[in-house]
């Protein structure tokens, strides 16, 4: 199987493509909903888009986060303990969309929405304004019914790429993706890194040679020197615990500061977004 | 929040259409190949670990087509773990299950004391397979961690065992036993520091360490192939207990009994039966303290369909699809999902899944203790518990069951839960160290 990620109607190539027009690549932050609260997820997404990221990741706090290291895991295990509910997702995302013009996607394991079911998710989801999902432990193999409920709301489906993916994988998850392809720049879990691993950017271009056109490098990427190395390889850079660990320490406003500072590395013309 | 008992669980559903339309089509239930057992199964994992588990299922395929490998775990089974494990009639013990002919399958008496020593040689041996020189591990009790610390001892893996903070103060013998086989236990104290949790740091260190490392997952579910690569491993069991049952009373038995945990013990003592419409199979599920206290692990007959640790099976788990914590007073069926073919044997109504409460549990184990002269494990305590109720509905029904038979698995020896039990039957003298821990709020 080959061919390239969909983009058409796609929230998320749209964003990507926006900050491509400026000659730079996108920025995506992420953080988990409900931590420290609802409305401090939906303020401090509102400043990360007005500070520079171009794309916001929202992720669903969950009992068993197997790809997240020490610091997300600590404020997703909050978010649950002060009673998060998944269906105030929706809240953040309609929260955001309606005072940015960033694209808001949603990263949650998969479990969360088959409880919700499939098809109700995505059609919530989409009234919310969202963009689409990330899902860290759903492959394509397995989205049958994920394939079905996201064509029919026009919803992107981000899937993951690995260092250890074999080219055929590459490239049947290439084209069931939507908007991007998010590139694992390391095997291993999310949390802040010395330095990014130098093999990102083969997997970067072994996903465009298997047919993506916009390939997102997430997983260890805390700074803006990160955010410049990666920038000049790839389509989008995404950040998220360095960003967690700022709301965590700083509020909002510490959100906004990290966002400001990590989109100076989006080379070369490092104007944020709005 | 927790889900109310749900009718979707058909486990008390007495029409076994698909499981006999199977039989009368000549169709086999066993050796069911994954990666779906019916609607179940599957790979449920992060893009990283998928290469892992196809190059395991490449290397497991190959490994069972070939004579060498069959026969090294021949060798080990015989001469190492001490198979075959006995069939023992439990006479005594008999008289107070309606008078039904009960047989104990003896895995206790395998080489560290349980069930878990057939699948632990299996993957190890498929670990040096693949050139992967350390294989990581999860435990809840300690019982497949020790097994685990064992083969990796007597194969020269390295050997690293995650164990939830809670759970290696309870067993602080066991960890010492694990230390002792050369392995080391990592403390887990993310989320409820209970087996899942355990599981995930596993599967965490798997992701970052996949090229040198084998996850040897102890129980019969999680992503494909590890249901139908654990099962394989414990086939063993169901093929020695059906050929021993035969030989011992000239025919096959009405019933066949096991715990359910994850459900490896229980899927590879049916699979030699699974094919044998006459023969009823019962799984045991951890009550806890009642499935109607939600304190409880019985996973089949009151979770719901979703995916956890790479495989869709019943999962127990609230209205947003978090995971529920699970109890019971056996830390061996303390999960809060199941293996994705027994899920489905469920479903088809070929298997019947019913909970044992704790105190159900632990009247079986001591009577096991008094009637037999063997101290189960409190898992396979749950099993002789499930066979008195099946012996005594089967004598309610037709009278005269003397010459009924019934197999349980006796998946373990108790020697590990003699502290536990201990508390429980209120055993120690009120100034004995045990007791003074007691006091301080530990469980022994």
Same mark, same amino acid.
């Not at chain 2, 001469?79 to 494990?85: A, I, M, T």
């Given at each position: 199987m080959t061919g390239t990620e969909q983009s058409t109607g796609s929230k998320a190539a749209a964003a990507i493509d926006r900050a491509r027009a400026q000659g730079r690549a996108a920025l995506i932050g992420y953080l988990p909903a409900g931590y420290p609260s609802v409305q401090a997820t939906i303020d401090a997404g509102i400043a990360m888009a007005r500070n520079g990221a171009d794309l916001i990741e929202i992720g669903i706090p969950y009992s068993d986060p197997v790809m997240d290291g020490s610091v997300i895991q600590a404020a997703t295990t909050q978010a649950i303990a002060d009673g998060f509910r998944v269906a105030s997702v929706f809240d953040v995302v309609a929260g955001i969309t309606a005072a940015t013009d960033a694209a808001v996607l949603v990263m949650t394991y998969w479990n969360p929405v088959v409880r919700l079911g499939v098809d109700d998710f995505a059609r919530r989801l989409a009234e919310a304004g969202g963009a689409g999902l990330i899902t860290p432990d759903l492959i394509p193999d397995e989205a049958a019914d994920w394939m079905e409920a996201s064509d029919k709301y026009g919803l992107d489906r981000v899937f993951l790429v690995a260092p250890s993916s074999t080219p055929q994988r590459l490239a049947s998850t290439v084209a069931a993706s939507r908007g991007f392809v998010y590139a694992v720049s390391i095997m291993g879990v999310t949390g802040a890194r010395t330095a990014v691993s130098n093999v990102a950017e083969k997997l970067v271009a072994d996903t465009r040679a298997a047919g993506a056109e916009r390939v997102c490098v997430g997983l260890g990427v805390s700074n803006a020197d990160h955010v410049r190395e990666i920038a000049a390889y790839a389509d989008g850079v995404i950040v998220g615990t360095a960003l967690v660990a700022a709301i965590r320490d700083g509020g909002v406003p510490a959100v906004a500061a990290l966002t400001k500072e990590l989109s100076s590395g989006l080379a070369p013309a490092a104007k944020g977004g709005a | 929040m927790v889900d109310s008992p749900s009718v979707t669980s058909g486990t008390n559903d007495e029409t076994a259409g698909p499981a006999e339309a199977f039989l009368e089509g000549k169709e086999s239930l066993r050796h069911a190949s994954g990666p779906y057992f019916g609607p179940y199964g599957g790979r449920w994992m992060p893009e990283s670990l998928i290469a892992a588990l196809d190059e395991l299922e490449d290397t497991f395929e190959k490994a069972k087509a070939d004579p060498e490998f069959i026969a090294q775990i021949a060798d080990l089974n015989k001469?190492? =773990?001490?198979?075959? =494990?006995l069939l023992t009639e439990a006479k005594r013990f008999s008289q107070h299950a309606g008078g039904v002919r009960i047989f104990l399958k003896r895995e206790d008496l395998n080489h560290t004391g349980s069930h878990k020593i057939n699948n632990v040689l299996g993957q190890a041996l498929l670990a040096k397979r693949m050139g992967k020189t350390r294989v990581i591990a999860e435990t809840g009790a300690g019982q497949h961690g020790v097994a685990s610390a064992t083969a990796a001892a007597l194969l020269g893996l390295e050997c690293v065992v995650y164990m939830g903070a809670e759970d290696t103060r309870r067993q602080a013998l066991n960890v010492a036993r694990m230390k002792l086989l050369g392995a080391e236990v990592v403390p887990v104290t993310n989320g409820s520091q209970t087996l899942k949790d355990a599981i995930n740091d596993a599967l965490r260190d798997w992701v970052a360490n996949v090229d040198t490392t084998h996850y040897l997952l102890g129980t019969a579910a999680g992503a494909h192939p590890f249901p139908a690569m654990v099962r394989y491993f414990h086939e063993v069991i169901g093929e020695e207990a059906r050929a021993q049952v035969l030989e011992q009373t000239g025919k096959l038995p009405d019933a066949v009994c096991a715990c359910i945990g994850g459900g490896s013990n229980a899927i590879g003592i049916f699979h030699g039966f699974l094919d044998d419409p006459s023969v009823k199979l019962y799984g045991f599920e951890a009550g806890g303290e009642g499935v109607e206290s939600g304190r409880h692990a019985a996973t089949i007959t009151l979770g719901r369909p979703g995916v956890l640790h790479g495989a869709r099976s019943y999962l127990m788990q609230d209205e947003d699809g978090q995971t529920v914590e699970s109890h019971s007073i056996s830390a061996g069926l303390d999960y809060p999902g199941v293996g994705p073919e027994h899920a489905y044997l469920a479903d088809i109504g070929r298997v019947s899944y019913e909970p044992i409460t704790d105190a159900e549990a632990m009247d079986a184990f001591r009577l096991l203790c008094r009637t037999e002269g063997i101290i189960p494990a409190i898992e396979s305590s749950h099993a002789l518990a499930g066979a008195i109720k099946v012996g005594q509905r089967m004598a309610a029904e037709r009278g005269d069951v003397s010459d009924a038979v019934v197999i349980v698995n006796l998946s373990g020896r108790g020697d590990k839960d003699v502290a536990t039990a201990a508390e429980w039957f209120d055993l120690l003298d009120d100034n004995s160290a045990e007791a003074e821990i007691g006091k301080e709020g530990e469980q022994l």
């Open positions: - | 001469n190492y =773990s001490g198979r075959p =494990s």
